[in-house]
């Protein structure tokens, strides 16, 4: 506290079984059970208000007789420069696919850097135009910015929010709440390339051959599903915490059962393998170019054979249902094993990697 | 740099003339020649479009029938707590006040937090129930967000990002380029409170009575300014770089010369004394809840009896005019000493202010 003259003016106490917490601790931020406790009882608690969907990865609103998407995203990630990608272009394709997530076509975003002083102008460039090359390439416009230099030590390199705005085709509506029992869930692509390719560089580990990040904008995959049907129920990109998170999330949104199998989850083996080495289930890895769709079981072949002649989504694969028992949880059929549950991570895996 | 394999794949350099500077300094930050340079040449440069324009504070767009104004801004303030306010309610009138500064109406916020590990839950709770107040206060929504936790040592304390959409009426222009011979300039209140309220805590100063920062939403001045006449030419409200940084700007953008009266500017006494005391001139120094209006002379005298209605204008001045001499440049007549250039300073004056 700065300041303990001003603290006596305004002396408000947190209610403490708001988080059980006396510190924010890394876990707050991970994309798990502590990040959900903190969002719900801290922020919503207060913010609270029909558009604010915890579960959603945007806002949905009506302006006039358009519906929009509005979502806001600060990447933090570490290192900056990451096999696949840099913060730049994360902070670019994120945005865009929690718009996309949304069933939202991504028209503007804006742009916020905080700069640590000392920061190399060159790196600084990469990132600029790595911005500008993602943002061309998935039709956006970057329209308004910010820019904050703080001392050295005040930040860690380069943070940078980006917030952006879409416009909802009538007749779209996508919403976690919208899992309904008999859905099929498709996943675009294999799974926890972006996490791995984060953690082998912070871990310096060397592969046959390098593991790229599988950041990717989203909205054209997207735009090409509801071209062949609105009647898509759930789309997630299952950023933090995994594939394991989002299903949990949607789960308990919608409360309904979810059932996936093991063997129909696509994962290279390479990840597979680095996996195994770093001691993470790739179902917690995040994900930055994969979306998850839950579509209702008359709409799933032609979706999914739409999805398959996609760019990414190649290595898609249907890899469970919604089904009425255990609400609220993931089971997960393995073919060794039998059933277990997936459940949420309580703590955090992986920080900053996003 | 990270990982120099990875940058060997794509060597960019950062063409030098484009900064002059091979790192990022606290100056790039500040508000002034610096950072304009450095967003006109690096970011300008790359991510041009019609809809970007550098020195609103907002960007403005048409969808459908319906005009928009899109607006963000990260909030990096050192200290987080300070008299009048705190980030969070900073971060709160702070991107409301750029919206307005666009002739919109603010509508929905987004909010991004990133947060240090170890940051005091309690801390957190009290600038949540700030933001709360301070959006229910304007009338605006907090409609989705993001939480990040970093490292300790990572961040300072906290950073907050908002953005903000709002729309605009039919028959509402307002942009820096719009500044045209004749045009009286209507300051709406006294001047350099915020950065003196920051200042005073960061330096220990104790004054007789606290100087308090006059953090506040202004879109309903606003609101009442355009009820009054649509024929508003220019909004700025003068944060980072003072009341001579924004002038500028708008000289610059609009190629006109302003010249304004030292006599008429409103700066309370005590704020004086602790300028000097500080070594500040306090046409350089942030305000947080104070706006210019560029207005046409015929319709001045009306707004300006509005604005003085506004609990937020009751001090306001008329501080000056748009004239054809010394295009681009700020001229400021003084009763004592002749005319001086009010220049945009090149370095930075307060780091962290906002």
Known sequence: ???????????????????????????????????????????????CNEYLEPMHDGAIFKIGEQKFAFSTDSYVVNPIFFPGGNIGELAINGTINDLAMCGAQPLYLSVAFIIEEGFPMNDLWRITLSMQAAAKNAGVLLVTGDTKVVERGKCDKIF??????????????ISPKNAAIGDKIILSGTIAEHGIAIMSVRENLEFDSQIKSDCAALHDLVKTMLS?????????????????SSLNEIAEEAQVGILIEENMIPVTEQVKGACEILGFDPLYVANEGKLIAFIPPGETDRVFSRVRSHPLGKSAAIIGEVISDHPGKVVMKSSISGSRIVDMLSGEQLPRIC
């Open 1 to 47: 506290m700065e300041n303990p003259k001003n603290k006596t003016e305004e002396n408000f106490t947190c209610p403490l079984p708001v988080t059980n917490y006396e510190h924010v601790t890394l876990a707050h931020g991970g994309g798990g059970k502590l990040s959900r406790e903190l969002i719900g009882q801290m922020f919503l608690s207060q913010f």
């Open 160 to 173: 940078i929010n980006t917030s952006g705005l879409g416009t909802i085709d009538d007749g779209v509506n």
């Open 228 to 244: 062949c049907t609105k009647a898509i129920h759930v789309l997630r990109d299952p950023t933090r915490g995994g594939i394991a």
